[in-house]
């Protein structure tokens, strides 16, 4: 029997160092030369749900309570819960262990194949962004986490900033998986002058935690 091999929308030139197989994705967990940062993580193989109720109040996906305010973001357990709108939520899995799969209550709807899913993290990262983007992330009015629904790099994105302060600031941003390509291309691009380079799950992983 042909196994079935997902394949990330998101390609990196740099050499892997060390990967894992998890649940037919090939995970890069370290790439050679990460350097210092700031660092572009994929992510794209992590789970994420969309989830659309009329009475979201009454519904605790993966035990947790939802944001009640839209552009309002939770980290819970290793899920990120983003508000989006009165009846939709989108959720993702970025270290709420391996075995997290989709509820099945009516109004899931599986986003990882569709979608990608990068992780934008440490020094300079906001700079970066200000080149792709009119996106405030450093706005004072906001306490992370916090959702944007909205344009980077002239493509329609969720992004969500999950640290806003020093030198361990970061942001997870996800879109249609057909803009993969030129997505990386443009972030890559213009963290150029800043030495962004690709890191695998495992410098994520780290950061996460020490949030």
């Keep these: 029997m042909k196994e079935i091999q997902r394949v990330s929308p998101v390609g990196f030139k740099s050499t892997p160092l060390k990967t894992e197989n998890r649940d037919n994705w090939e995970v890069i967990m370290e790439y050679s030369g990460e350097g ?3 660092y572009l993580v994929d992510l794209s193989h992590r789970p994420r749900f969309d989830l659309q109720n009329s009475n979201l109040a009454a ?3 993966f035990g947790m309570t939802l944001p009640e305010v839209p552009g309002v973001s939770l980290l819970e357990n290793g899920i990120l819960a983003n508000r989006m709108n009165g009846t939709q939520v989108s959720l993702f899995n970025l270290d709420g262990g391996d075995n997290i799969s989709m509820p099945d209550e ?13 992780a934008l993290i ?3 990262v906001f700079s970066i962004c200000e080149k792709l983007t009119a996106l405030d992330f450093m706005d004072t009015e906001r306490v992370t986490s916090f959702l944007f629904q909205g ?16 030198d361990n600031c970061g942001i997870i941003l996800t879109c249609s998986r057909g803009y993969g390509r030129d997505m990386i291309h443009s ?3 213009a963290g ?5 380079m690709p890191a695998g799950e ?3 992983t780290n950061w996460i935690k020490s949030l």
């Design 59 to 61: 519904i605790s996906p």
């Design 192 to 196: 150029k002058e800043f030495k962004w």
């Design 122 to 124: 440490g020094k300079d």
């Design 187 to 189: 972030i890559l691009h």
């Design 151 to 166: 344009p980077f790099s002239h493509v329609p994105c969720q992004i969500v900033t999950l640290n806003k302060e020093g």
């Design 202 to 204: 495992s410098r994520f």
């Design 36 to 38: 210092k940062g700031p």
């Design 106 to 118: 009516y109004g899931f709807t599986d986003v990882t194949e569709s979608t990608l899913c990068v």
